[in-house]
């Protein structure tokens, strides 16, 4: 039980003892209890019951998201590796570009998409795009077999943290640009582990909400990453700039 709820259920519980018993015990002609009273004693009695509810709600929230996130082994049995991670982008909402191929496969903002992505069944996936979807740790196995994917947008994905990070290993070898703008779970810690991208050719880090000293942090990367150009928007980089480097534009461009 969370500290703020506490609070609350000892609130109401202190006031409605406080109010209705008092007109309880006054004569028979006392008016009823007011509102306030009467709502503070419903709440004292009926907070068990709430929370339940939140609790309910919470735990339906994580098996969804584990559900989403499954091993997609049943469509990789029976159609391969390359449509299973196509099968997979397209159900959490997001597009890919298969290698040698311009179009793009995206689902809809009702989650609907073009099944034509399966008269591509040998074609390794190039490029994806799971921005602002729910992508986990455990849901990057369905990419694991794509050793070909150059580009991986990750901007805003709630579920994107250090611990994911780490797993993007498996890529080393190919993956040349990477976007994690936005995703509020990464800190500083988790971003030691790019240094595992070999390749890696451009990286986008701007307005990681945890990064609490992005100039340093900036520093860092360019010394694992020499070859990969760096781009930081959104953060006041003064701490940057007395570490001795002498403009913004380096971050943009690269070395």
């Known amino acids: 039980m969370s500290a703020p709820l506490i609070s609350l259920h000892r609130c109401c519980q202190r006031f409605a003892l406080f109010l209705v018993p008092r007109r309880q015990w006054s004569s028979s002609s006392a008016p009823p209890a007011s509102l306030l009273s009467r709502c503070l004693l419903f709440l004292a009695r009926r907070y068990y019951d709430v929370e339940m509810l939140l609790r309910w709600r919470s735990q339906l929230g994580r098996d ?33 570009r298969f290698v040698g191929q311009s179009t793009w496969f995206r689902a809809d903002s009702r989650g609907k998409f073009s099944w034509d992505f399966l008269n591509y069944r040998d074609t390794p996936v190039e490029e994806v795009d799971m921005s602002y979807t729910v992508i986990n740790y455990t849901g990057l196995s369905n990419l694991e077999r794509q050793q070909h994917m150059r580009t991986l947008k990750l901007q805003g994905c709630p579920e994107v943290d250090d611990w994911f990070l780490a797993g ?18 990464i800190t500083a810690g988790g971003l030691v582990a790019l240094r595992n991208l070999r390749g890696l050719k451009r990286v986008n880090v701007s307005s990681i909400p945890r990064i609490s000293s992005p100039g340093l942090v900036i520093i ?26 002498t403009s913004e534009e380096h971050v943009e461009t690269g070395r």
């Not at 099968?87 to 890919?96: D, K, R, S, V, W």
């Not at 994690?180 to 779970?185: D, G, K, V, W």
């Not at 360019?222 to 570490?243: F, H, K, N, V, W």
Request: aromatic share 14%.
């Open 168 to 185: 993007l290993h498996i890529f080393q070898d190919s993956l040349e640009e990477l976007d994690i703008s936005y995703c509020p779970r």
């Open 220 to 245: 860092l990367l360019e010394e694992m990453l020499p070859q990969c150009q760096i781009t930081a928007d959104g953060y006041d980089l003064s701490l940057r700039q007395a570490g001795g480097e």
């Open 64 to 96: 969804q998201l584990r559900k989403k996130n499954l091993y997609y082994g049943y469509t990789q049995r029976f159609y391969g590796p390359d449509i299973a991670s196509a099968y997979y982008i397209l159900n959490l909402g997001g597009g890919f």
